[in-house]
């Protein structure tokens, strides 16, 4: 499995390769399907890596390289992995509530089609992140936020399918 090979070659995380990887294993898992434990957590280890190594970066509300996509990725890769919450994921977390603040919606400025162009996709992906992984003192913050999202959801049209299929998942 291509998320078990990739940190061989690679020290970031990769959204396709860990974090659509994991995904795909956890709900193949999920129904029935025989996963080799250690495929996910090699991947989790890997993704939790990358983010611990820039933790100072989130912490400052700066992030990485790849913005709120390589953010909502990893959160995602490690929700779907069942990592608890930790002092990095809270940090990541902080990071998303931070990012695109005054917008009421997420964006990176990947460009990077069909899944690192859409500002639903972020949307969705920082949605979910926040409800995984912010800690006690962030959940209002959070609330308010994916308030403000889900309204900028609502009345936002979309250009393609891939917006459209996100804004469903973020509405959800």
């Known amino acids: 499995f291509r998320s078990v090979e990739y940190p061989k070659h690679h020290s970031c995380f990769s959204c396709h390769h860990q974090g659509m990887g ?24 890997h993704t939790e890596a990358d983010l611990k190594r820039d933790i100072a970066l989130y912490q400052k509300g700066e992030g990485q390289p790849g913005g709120v996509s390589r953010a909502g990725y990893a959160l995602l890769t490690l929700q779907f992995a069942k990592v608890a919450p930790d002092t990095v994921t809270t940090a990541v977390a902080g990071y998303l509530l931070q990012h695109g603040k005054a917008k009421g919606y997420w964006h990176s ?6 899944s690192e162009v859409s500002a639903f996709t972020d949307t969705f992906l920082a949605i979910r992140a926040l409800k995984a992984y912010t800690d006690a003192n962030q959940k209002g913050e959070a609330t308010a936020r994916t308030e403000q999202a889900r309204l900028w959801l609502i009345k936002t049209p979309t250009k393609d399918t891939e917006d459209r299929v996100f804004q469903l998942w973020g509405l959800k």
């Open 22 to 45: 994991v995904v795909a294993l956890a709900l193949a898992r999920a129904n029935g399907y025989t996963v080799p434990t250690k495929s996910i957590e090699e991947a989790a280890k």
């Open 109 to 114: 400025p990947a460009n990077r089609p069909p």
